[in-house]
């Protein structure tokens, strides 16, 4: 029988990939965005592919009950991936009303799902922000002490995705996800700003890069990976909550100084600390467990840090003209 995923937030990094992973393994895909500019890219970055025609990307809002009822109701999918956030921390201490994207999304999601698919498989994208300032390392017994606007949201719609498991027998999981970074991740993450940085530095168009709290450990991986952890953990018989992380965490000032190696660069001679770039608050030692996902879902990352990061750091320098070849040390 044919499987059809339904994925909301799919023009952001983690959609595209999910979107690519779901087209590879045959399933007919519908995805949407409220962001047009991002699904025209995604929708050009698919065009190529010969099983392009089993997608079907729109725009719609997800904290819309009509539309997400609307969606469920046509397009009877198997699975449902629920992707859509305003996903950057430092942006939700600004402007906290952006998380009912997270919120009520969550919970139109839900409902829709209760009331016209309730076979429907449901994932939710949780986020290791919810642990805060818990100490490391972090497992799914971790209690949460979520520490921004963004992951309090977060942690409401996590307990509502267990609610719905728990008390309306929905099959609905959530993974934790920690850090997962890749060349598609927006500039405005610290993974990229760096990369992108090193990249306008080489290529002579920047001289420094401003940077804030140096100081904070996080746990990166790969989205691509990731992405394969939401879809196993959804094609479990018995649906639960999963850590999805590396296991190793990182200072940002550590990530800088291993970028900047690879350019054969002395990164403290370039990366200016801003006063202004540090959060109100920030987790200080986010660092995953995921034991639990390698037991049960066979789960393990194949891209390392290391990888990861000249992955991305060759792809800001090719952005910018520049042959990794030529620079790389
Ligand atoms: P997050 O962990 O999901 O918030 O991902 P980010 O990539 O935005 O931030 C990772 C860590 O890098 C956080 O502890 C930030 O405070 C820290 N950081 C330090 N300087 C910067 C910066 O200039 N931009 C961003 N985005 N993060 C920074």
New binding site residues.
Partial sequence: MGRTALISGVAGQDGSYLLEFLLDHHYEVVGFDIDGNALARLTRRITERPDARRARLLVADVTQPDNVRRLLSDTAPTEVYNLAAQ????RSYADPYDDVVITTGTLNLLEAIRRHAPEARFYQAS???MFGDAAAPQTEQTPFAPVSPYACAKLYAHHLVRMYRDVHGLKAASGILF?H?SPRRRR??????ITHGIAAIVSGQATEL?????D?R?DWGHARDYVRAMWLMLNRDEPADYVIASGESRT?GELARFAFDLVGLDWTRYVRQ?AS???PH??AN?CGDAQRAEADLGWRPEVSFEALVTEMLDADLEAHGLDPKDVRR
């Fill in positions: 996903s950057f921390v430092g986020s290791a922000e850090n970074e405005e993450f610290v993974t990229r700003k401003r940077l804030g709290n140096l904070s996080r940002v801003d770039l540090v959060r920030d987790p986010l």
